[in-house]
């Protein structure tokens, strides 16, 4: 099945940073990859997708990247603020049941 | 904005007891899902459920665990006899018909055995 792995598990950034968050993927049929910000005690939330046709894709101070060949995408953030600290989780499907998960990566914006 | 609702936020129960963790997904969502994240650990995918039956299930879902959907807003998680390791977070899911695994999330129940 897929596997999804995710780097780095922390990272910490002054505000106005940007920060990136890498993910790779084992399955090439993978086909729509999602990226999650969770708050504490709060459940998951979509703040940016992608799908396998297309490399890139930005709202606002969020983008994300796709490079299908290396099996990897990626969550970029600007203009950091303390607001944006949570953890933030990527996801892949295969096809149309299910997402995997990876294994999260926790965001701290200083002030 | 429509969202997904869970009850309760927090359930204590001793071991092998009986749960029944409850969701309420978008209305016009047809495909539903439970998820489970054990504290600190990745969110893991445990069922999915469309057309009134299940449409993929994981490892964990066990014969210990079941999924219904009693009317037309409520779905629920059953576990029948808890353990130990059951403790977790148990996130409902659902999406609407298009293609791609779109998920909204609800907040969660905080499942603990005692």
């Known amino acids: 099945g897929e596997n999804v792995e995710q780097h780095p598990s922390t990272l910490s950034v002054q505000e106005g940073d940007s920060a990136v968050i890498k993910c790779t993927y084992s399955?090439?049929?993978?086909?729509?990859f999602p990226w999650y910000k969770q708050e504490l005690g709060k459940g998951p939330q979509l703040i940016i997708d992608?799908?396998?046709?297309?490399g890139e894709k930005k709202d606002q101070r969020i983008a994300v990247t796709l490079n299908k060949t290396a099996k990897h995408f990626s969550l970029h953030i600007t203009e950091t603020q303390p607001e944006d600290s949570a953890v933030y989780f990527c996801a892949a499907a295969l096809g149309f049941q299910k997402l995997v998960f990876g294994t999260g990566t926790r965001l701290l914006v200083s002030p | 904005e429509p969202e997904v609702t869970q009850t309760p936020s927090h359930q204590v129960t001793q071991m092998g007891q009986e749960v029944i963790l409850r969701c309420v997904p978008i209305?016009?969502?047809?495909?539903f899902y439970w998820y489970r994240q054990i504290l600190g650990q990745k969110v893991e995918f445990l069922v999915s459920f469309y057309n009134n039956e299940i449409s993929e299930k994981s490892e964990i879902f066990d014969d210990q665990f079941s999924v219904e959907r009693p009317d037309g807003s409520n779905f629920t998680l059953k576990i029948r006899s808890t353990k130990l390791e059951d403790s977790a977070m148990y996130f409902c899911?659902?999406?609407?018909?298009?293609?791609?695994?779109?998920?909204?999330f609800g907040s969660g129940t905080q499942l603990s055995v005692l």
């Open positions: 992608i799908r396998s046709n297309v």
């Open positions: 899911a659902s999406r609407d018909r298009g293609g791609l695994v779109k998920l909204f």
């Open positions: 399955d090439s049929a993978s086909n729509y």
């Open positions: 209305s016009n969502h047809l495909y």
